[in-house]
């Protein structure tokens, strides 16, 4: 299986610029995708494709990279956007989720 | 307005059966694709099973030989089964709809379930 590799935590005050990478074992395409989980909810999808944004999405989320090798920008970070953030690669069977990163404000 | 609702038991005991309902609403299940992601707690999602618009199924082989995923399409239903539960089973379930660029866009809220004796 691809496995995709992500920092545990980061910390950032708000207003800040918050970049969260994640690094694919194969190659995937620009399939993989983005999505926010906040605590006892659902996840939500951010990016999909490694840029594009969903519906509804600030356009303060944008995402970038091809291969094996992916960024969650976030320009500026806001209170709100404390959250674990995955990342998923759908062009290789079975996709696959990375751990996590939990992003906490200072 | 898209909706997705899992229900089904909260406890299990080991060796059980467990049986999951996913009831959607705002789309049509013979057009789109309807998986099921596991979330043990406080870890990460693994994709487990999806069955998509024409009813054909696929399972990620870490489960396969326990799971089965089928649906209604009458009742906008779609339905986890998965045999010899253990432990490590526990976790919350998500159905989701799966979209054919893999992506997952819809979600439900989730159940919980826990395998304990």
């Known amino acids: 299986d691809t496995v995709l590799t992500q920092s545990p935590a980061l910390a950032v005050s708000p207003g800040e610029r918050v970049s969260i990478s994640c690094r694919a074992s194969?190659?995937?395409?620009?399939?993989m995708h983005w999505y926010q989980q906040k605590p006892g909810q659902q996840p939500k999808l951010l990016i999909y494709?490694?840029?594009n944004l969903a519906s509804g999405v600030p356009a303060r989320f944008s995402g970038s990279g091809s291969g094996t090798d992916f960024t969650l920008t976030i320009d500026p970070v806001e209170a709100d956007d404390t959250a674990t953030y995955f990342c998923q690669q759908s062009w290789n069977d079975p996709n696959t989720f990375g751990a996590g990163t939990k992003l906490e404000l200072k | 307005q898209v909706q997705l609702e899992e229900s089904g038991p909260g406890l299990m005991q080991p060796s059980e059966t467990l049986s999951l309902t996913c009831t959607v609403s705002?789309?049509?299940?013979?057009?789109?694709?309807v998986g099921w992601v596991r979330q043990p707690l406080g870890k990460g999602l693994v994709w487990m099973g999806t069955?998509?618009?024409?009813?054909?199924?696929n399972y990620n082989s870490a489960v396969q030989s326990r799971l089965s995923i089928s649906r209604d399409t009458s009742k906008s239903q779609v339905f986890l089964k998965m045999n010899s539960l253990q432990p490590e089973d526990t976790g919350t379930y998500y159905c989701?709809?799966?979209?054919?660029?893999?992506?997952?866009?819809?979600w439900g809220q989730g159940v919980m379930v826990t395998v304990s004796s």
């Open positions: 494709k490694a840029s």
């Open positions: 705002g789309f049509s299940l013979t057009s789109n694709g």
């Open positions: 194969e190659g995937v395409n620009s399939y």
């Open positions: 069955i998509w618009a024409g009813g054909s199924t």
């Open positions: 989701a709809r799966h979209y054919y660029d893999g992506t997952y866009y819809y």
